[in-house]
Structures are given as structure tokens and as C-alpha cells.
């Protein structure tokens, strides 16, 4: 089983929608989380810290389940300037970031 | 901003010659990353480090070494070129083991 797990999609939603990703973790013992955003062809970039409060900024929106041991990623109001690839990313012991494989979206007009 | 450079962009090279990857960061980070990134198998570390000379394995060493003698400085060496290290390489840093990693641009290596 991997450690970080992801749809890969990929997701295709008219503009306007709300989308949400769901992406699990194995250990339970990880602390941080993190959501990228990575273009085609480009590095990842970091779209928002994810904390057991949750996080807002603007329309993402991320939430952290530990008791299911996910992390969610909440999109409203999906703009064409969303479609990318979002990686989940938990932090495991020794400074290591595992990656999921990503999920494809797509919003279209 | 924290700026991650990498020394190309794209790279092809021959099966068997040696390879340097460079990766430069100017933020004075004290850890550095190298991962490659593959088609449905997403981000895979090969090697970190935490501090100038120290390095740790990653998920997928073999193949691979590393070195860091500047802090800014943190460069990945293919010391005979396969052709399943055909992928892009990612360099990262982060200030310390807690704080999110930021990306340079990746190197698109090809080797035939």
C-alpha cells in the first residue's frame, strides 16, 4: 500500500463548480501536511499548508481528518486557471516529504 | 522569494557516461532535496540533507549519489547513466525539517 494515496482523476468540471480531492496517509504518525499545485511541465508549487484547524485561503479551502487519516483539498468557484495537478504531501519523520502521485484537474468553459 | 535553480533544463546524455546534476538555492535553507518525478509514480526522493556535507538516503538511492560542500549548493550524480534514469529531477530546499520545500524548475534528463 502507498503511503500517500491520491485519485489521479482526472476530474473534468465546468467553470464555476465546487470540486473536492480526497488524498489518504498511512502513518499516523505524520504531523504536516501539505497541498501543491504543479502545471504541466513545471515544479510543484505550494498551494497551502494543510492544519488540524483547517486552512481557508480565498476559495481553497483544506481539511485534515486524523481519525480517517486523510487530508482534503475543497475548490469553489473553479476558474480555467485551476487546471493543473494537485499533489497532497504528508511530513514523516527525518525531514522527508512523501508525495501521492497527484490528481488531474480540469475545469472547462 | 525563495529561488531554487537547477544547472538545465534538459539534459540528454548516453548510456554509461557520468551525469552532474546542480541545484542552487539562495535562501540560506539548511535542508536540500533531490526527487525524481515519473509518470503515475509521482515524487520519489533520492537523496537528502540536512547540513553541509551530511546526506541521507532517500526511497530510491541506487544509482545515485550526492554532494554538498556549500550550503546553497546541492549536486546529484548519476555515476554511470542507465537508461531507466530517463525522468525529471527535482531539486527542493526547505529552512528546517518542518517547513514546506520549495521547487526549482527540474531537469528533463534523457539518457539513450
Known amino acids: 500500500r502507498k503511503e500517500v494515496e491520491q485519485d489521479p482523476g482526472p476530474f473534468n468540471v465546468p467553470e464555476g463548480a465546487t470540486v473536492a480531492f480526497n488524498c489518504t496517509y498511512s502513518?499516523?504518525?505524520?504531523?504536516?501536511f501539505f497541498w501543491y499545485r504543479q502545471d504541466c511541465r513545471k515544479e510543484p508549487k505550494l498551494l497551502m499548508s494543510?492544519?488540524?484547524s483547517g486552512n481557508e485561503d480565498g476559495r481553497f479551502t483544506a481539511q485534515l481528518n486524523r481519525a480517517s487519516q486523510y487530508i482534503s483539498l475543497l475548490i469553489r468557484d473553479s476558474k480555467l486557471s485551476d487546471s493543473a495537478t494537485y499533489l497532497c504531501?504528508?511530513?514523516?519523520?527525518?525531514?522527508?516529504?512523501?508525495f501521492g502521485a497527484g490528481t488531474i484537474l480540469r475545469v472547462k468553459s | 522569494d525563495v529561488k531554487v535553480t537547477q544547472s538545465s533544463r534538459y539534459l540528454v546524455k548516453r548510456t554509461g557516461e557520468k551525469v552532474f546534476l546542480e541545484c542552487v538555492q539562495d535562501?540560506?535553507?539548511?535542508?536540500m532535496f533531490w526527487y525524481r518525478q515519473d509518470p503515475g509514480l509521482g515524487l520519489r526522493l533520492i537523496y537528502f540533507?540536512?547540513?553541509?556535507?551530511?546526506?541521507e538516503k532517500g526511497d530510491i538511492p541506487e544509482g545515485y549519489s550526492v554532494s554538498r560542500e556549500k550550503k546553497e549548493r546541492f549536486s546529484l550524480i548519476l555515476e554511470s547513466a542507465s537508461t531507466n534514469q530517463t525522468s525529471m529531477y527535482l531539486c527542493?530546499?526547505?529552512?528546517?525539517?518542518?517547513?514546506?520545500?520549495?521547487f526549482g524548475p527540474g531537469t528533463r534528463l534523457t539518457v539513450l
Open positions: 502513518n499516523s504518525a505524520s504531523q504536516s
Open positions: 494543510v492544519y488540524s
Open positions: 535562501m540560506d535553507h539548511e535542508n
Open positions: 527542493a530546499s526547505s529552512l528546517n525539517g518542518y517547513n514546506e520545500q520549495f
Open positions: 504531501a504528508s511530513l514523516e519523520y527525518g525531514n522527508k516529504l512523501v
Open positions: 540533507s540536512y547540513d553541509v556535507k551530511m546526506k
